[in-house]
């Protein structure tokens, strides 16, 4: 941003954070031969445009802005946890490579998982991918809202929501399970996975649940392994760990 601020040509400062460009003068937009407004090809504006769009919807505020694979803890106990460390890895390659590929994350630990969610769109959004992260009851809020809403824009309606959470260039979906099943929402989950599913759109997937108590047909889509990497917490330790780092998903595991 420094170079932005010492360029002579800058007529307009590149305020939005954006680059320095001398094609549109920092105006973000052209005209096209019609003499209609369109977003400027040479500073990537238009792709911006859609990274803010799909974080207008974002899980990602407050502590989870500054979380990062750098400050993710993968010591538990005193001791290096295979599985976070696991989970770390994982989530960081997904960062890296998220093309055509789902992760899935599936285990009973605290919030560890939440933050690598937080680190997976940090990371994302920072190099300027359109990345969403949302937890699974935001998500249906998020549809319930649209539903009251009186709204003209396509956009802000209840498909137009649907079609962002469907279509997002990446989906990082939390807290998968935590919303509780109803008719609706079971239908709603199957309809964003299935087709990310078989649009091979990159998708992590969060979950506390067994993987069993899901629709056999989101189950089996989250387990294709052709498609999918799933890591799983297996810890047999699980029942010694203090009660305040169990979580409620994890009731029936509790039994002595
Ligand atoms: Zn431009």
């Known amino acids: 941003m420094t170079e932005s601020l010492s360029s002579p040509d800058a007529r307009i400062p590149p305020g939005d954070g954006g680059p320095d460009c001398d094609y549109c003068g920092n105006r973000r937009y052209v005209l096209d031969a019609q003499g209609s407004l369109k ?27 500054t979380q990062t694979f750098f400050n993710f803890k993968t010591v538990f106990h005193g001791k290096e946890d ?8 994982s989530a960081e390659q997904f960062a890296n490579e998220p093309d055509h590929r789902w992760l899935v994350l599936w285990g009973r630990r605290g919030n560890g998982k939440t933050h690598l969610c937080a680190a997976v769109a940090n990371h994302l959004v920072n190099a300027g991918v359109a990345a969403l992260f949302i937890t699974m009851p935001d998500l249906l809020a998020a549809l319930r809202q649209a539903m009251d809403l009186q709204t003209n824009t396509e956009q802000e309606s209840y498909s137009g929501r649907l079609r962002t959470f469907k279509s997002a260039p990446i989906l990082i979906l939390d807290d998968l399970g935590a919303e509780g099943n109803s008719d609706w929402s079971d239908a709603v989950l199957f309809e964003v996975l299935d087709y990310r599913y078989r ?20 189950a089996s889509r989250m387990q294709d392994t052709a498609v999918s990497m799933v890591i799983e917490d297996n810890a047999p330790d699980f029942r010694q760990r203090p009660l305040e780092e169990r979580d409620r998903a994890t009731v029936h595991t509790d039994r002595e």
């Open 39 to 65: 977003p400027c090809p040479q500073c990537g504006v238009a792709q911006t445009w859609k990274v803010r769009a799909v974080d207008a919807y974002s899980s990602r505020n407050g502590a989870a802005l």
């Open 82 to 89: 295979e599985f976070l460390r696991d989970c770390l890895d």
């Open 199 to 218: 649009n091979r759109l990159p998708t992590m997937i969060v979950t506390n649940c067994a993987l069993e108590a899901f629709d056999p047909r989101i």
